[in-house]
């Protein structure tokens, strides 16, 4: 390791544990390691500290039902993001025998995409609804593909590359016309917009912890009251019956503050650090010739730019950029590792000479202005050099 500062923009791919955050999970570990199941107070007590959390965590969400004990009763915890995509999906299917499809968008996280290609290799009808040029979700499309023998939607709340908000209620809303259930990946979503769940036709929405500042291997699916749901994982009586497995009190308590201080933070992510991308993607747009600004300018994430520099390799502005200590990324991190343009991109129509150069940059509340100049006075050389040796460009 070397002594050089890292200016990490690529917060949609994880996100830097908050100090409030480690400081809450702490005691949890030495201290208060009682099972929260266990009969005795020892144990007692940390059930009351992972009730609180849920708590902290339905006040983010806009989630207001609570059980005559007062408890939250709509928010289940969760391994990750990917666990509680999985849960909604595979519980709108059974609690709905009598349908069998499946509607979701082209450009879902592979946490939704990948199940529903393995959906449609057990027989489900899976429809898939396009983007635009904008990546703006085909409404229309949307409409025409939802059916009576649908059981669930399931559109993504945020794209994790381009940063697209989509209409999740109006898709909730369709849904619901034809019987049935929706579901929102909103991973990416939660923390940086406001929501408010006990107003929304939102049937379940699924979210992870690593993405607003909580430690990796905790998240969260959100089911509305009097919705069915069908566990997913089956065994103990943990989360009244709807998650088996001994809690995951440390990651649970960490959560549930991470939520508390995004709710703080909340207008800073759309002030503050929306005018940090701004003038990211401004200083890049006055110095590099022939870019692209991708997604949709009207409804966007506010930390998130992806940027397309035409006619070289994505993965060789990110190596150059990681010389200098600049952590950015060329799309989802769980599909690192591919040739192939993002599926993303893909379904946007980018062409090829855009597509495999393109990086996504994704800011927090940690970034400060000068890491942003210093991005936009150190990317532009890397772009000049690599075109420079670019057969495309100097064709």
């Not at 099972?35 to 959390?53: E, K, L, R, W, Y």
């Not at 005018?275 to 990211?280: T, V």
Request: a negative charge.
């Amino acid at each position: 390791m070397t002594d050089k500062k890292i200016i990490y923009l690529d917060n949609n791919a994880t996100t830097a544990v908050d100090p409030e955050v480690f400081e809450a999970m702490r005691p949890y570990f030495c201290e208060l390691y009682g099972n929260p199941s266990s009969i005795h107070t020892f144990g007692g007590q940390v059930m009351h500290d992972i009730n609180n959390a849920r708590t902290q965590l339905a006040n983010l969400l806009g989630a207001g039902h609570q059980n005559d004990k007062g408890e939250h009763t709509e928010v289940i915890f969760t391994s990750c993001g990917t666990e509680s995509d999985s849960a909604a999906i595979w519980s709108a299917l059974q609690v709905c025998p009598k349908k069998h499809k499946v509607v979701m968008s082209k450009v879902e996280h592979p946490a939704v995409l990948n199940l529903g290609y393995e959906l449609e290799r057990r027989g489900y009808p899976v429809s898939y609804i396009p983007v635009d040029s904008h990546g703006r979700l085909d409404m229309e499309r949307l409409e025409e593909a939802v059916d009576d023998d649908t059981a669930v939607v399931s559109i993504m709340w945020a794209n994790n590359e381009t940063g697209n908000v989509y209409p999740v209620e109006k898709c909730a809303e369709i849904a619901h016309r034809y019987g049935a259930l929706f579901h929102t990946d909103a991973v990416q979503a939660v923390g940086k917009i406001p929501m408010n769940l006990s107003e929304s036709p939102i049937d379940m929405l699924s979210l992870s912890g690593h993405k607003l500042h909580a430690p990796k291997g905790v998240g969260a699916l959100y089911v509305k009251r009097g919705i069915r749901f069908r566990p997913y994982l089956v065994g103990g009586h943990q989360e009244k019956g709807r998650r088996a497995g001994t809690e995951n009190v440390p990651y649970m308590v960490a959560l549930g503050k991470a939520a508390e201080v995004a709710g703080r933070y909340l207008d800073d992510e759309n002030t503050r650090v929306k005018a940090l991308r701004d003038r990211l993607e401004a200083g890049i747009a006055e110095r590099v010739p022939k870019i692209r600004i991708n997604g949709d300018m009207d409804s966007r994430l506010p930390n998130t730019a992806s940027i397309s520099f035409e006619f070289i390799e994505g993965e060789s502005i990110l190596m150059l950029m990681d010389r200098l200590g600049i952590c950015a990324s060329s799309g989802s991190a769980c599909t690192t590792g591919s040739l192939e343009p993002s599926h993303v991109l893909r379904a946007m129509g980018l062409p090829y000479t855009a597509a495999h150069g393109t990086i996504r940059f994704s800011l927090s509340r940690f970034n400060t202005e000068q890491e942003i100049d210093f991005v936009i006075e150190h990317l532009p050389p890397i772009i000049d050099r690599l075109r420079q040796i670019s057969p495309y460009w100097n064709n």
